[in-house]
């Protein structure tokens, strides 16, 4: 077996392994715990890559954990969706580790040990979920996601205890209705091999208990990706968490809940099962147009800079599940919906580490009202932000357009204008909420005297995490243009029989 192939397990040993370094080494010298954290999640990264690679040029990795062969044994297996996505995830989780540096110190100061265990803990649940190939063990590692993210939103204390107590509450409501879905569908066909169960489900699909488990799946994982109207728990989360927590959560733990649905909806039920039993792409495509009317309307209203920014990603999710929607109806299959997960990602990471550098120079700076003058307080921050802003606001070449356009391309082609009506009405709002921040900072007068004591920007630790993002924001979207991914996307139509209409 060649050593990449080992890659899988590695990735998430390594990661549990040093979360147990990170709690000991926290007790000798707390200030080495971020960087065992940014360390490990490197050396992931690089294994990552390796992964992705290796998928696409050679084929699917299949590990068998010791050695028992599926569907008995527990088994790993990376594809060119999933390894996509856990390059994303370990990009993500390296940024929030480098920034996190300066910004706990600031936010939670003195519990680096605690948060950097917790922290790592997190980056393990989102690896396994994103690696195995059991729907079980895909349900443990989601939970140890979640249980990590209750806490580390919950570390900055007051208006944060309720942010993750409402969370863990809706998270454990999805959990319970996730593991009602697996125990029913283990009853019909005793296996939890989610290659096994895509064999063994479609004379079962009429069976009243396989359609019970597809509705318990589809709550669950609602919940846990924030998908309107299961998303209530989402925008005091993202509001009150420390910075570098709201960072992760939206870009990279966001993520990898909705690849844990499509993983359900197309490995274990299979698109035969949508279009035939469960007319699920309407419904879904009506939620989400309903979620992007809604997240954008509330993100306007918003007056708090981070739930702006919250709501605004109650509709890029709405963005990717009408994708989904449309996916079988259409030539272009999950193209939308690949491009949007690596999209969203960068774009709301950076926004989040943005707000969270406004956050350190002035505690008081997460009201858009106090922000007259800022843009020229801290011009390499603002800067970046107007660069990410106009990503948001679909301007070309940034990765928002390109999403945009694929998505308006794939509503043409299956003839379903009014998504791409509501698309246009989208652009429009996010245009108005984002150039009003940008008026605060840049066109209005009257600087507050805390923001004076506070001349100059945020410490490189923390800026040039946001430049990398606000850069990759527009060259990603120039190599989407080129053409450059699109194996990855390929890959993943293919696997999934998508992409082709009769």
Sequence with gaps: MLIVEQFPVLVVALSLFSAFTILVAGWLNKKSCCFISAATILVQFIMALFILNHVLTVGIIHYWLGGWMPPWGIEYVVDALNAYVLVILLFLSLISAIYSKRSIEHEVPGKDAAFYTVFQLLVTGMCGVTVTGDIFNLYVFLEIMSLAAYALIAAAGGRA???????????????????????????????????????????????RVVQAAFVFFLAGLGIKMAFFP???????????????VSVIISAAMSTVSIYAFLRVLFSVYTTEFIQ??????????????????????????????KRMFAYSSVAHVGYIMLGVGVCTSTTLGLTPVVMH????????GC???????????????????????LGRKM??????????ALAMCDIPPGVGFVTILYLILAFLDAGQFIFAAVIFFSVIVTFVYFFHVVEMMYLRVGVEEEIEKERG??????????????????????????????????????????????
């Design 161 to 207: 205890l309720k942010a993750g107590f409402t969370y863990l509450v809706m998270g454990s409501i999805g959990a319970c209705f996730f593991l009602l879905g697996i125990g029913f569908l283990y009853s019909v066909t005793g296996s939890l091999n989610m290659h096994d169960l895509s064999l063994l489900l479609p004379p079962l699909y009429g069976n």
């Design 379 to 388: 011009p390499y921050t603002g800067i970046a932000f107007i660069f990410t």
């Design 276 to 305: 035939i039993y469960a007319p699920l792409t309407t419904v879904i495509s009506w939620l989400a147009a309903i979620a992007i009317i809604f997240g954008s309307v509330y993100a306007l209203a918003q007056y708090d800079l």
């Design 230 to 244: 299961l998303h209530t728990w989402q925008p005091d989360a993202y509001a009150y968490a420390p910075s570098a």
């Design 351 to 373: 926004l989040f580490l943005i707000a969270g550098a406004f956050i350190y120079k002035n505690a008081e700076l997460w009201d858009i009202a106090k922000f007259p003058g």
């Design 341 to 348: 997960l690596l999209n969203h990602a960068l774009m709301k």
């Design 457 to 502: 920007d945020i410490p490189m630790s923390m800026l040039i995490p946001v430049f990398v993002l606000a850069a990759l924001s527009w060259i990603v979207g120039v190599i989407w243009i080129m053409e450059i991914p699109f194996p990855i996307v390929d890959a993943v139509n293919s696997m999934f029989g998508l992409g082709v209409v009769p």
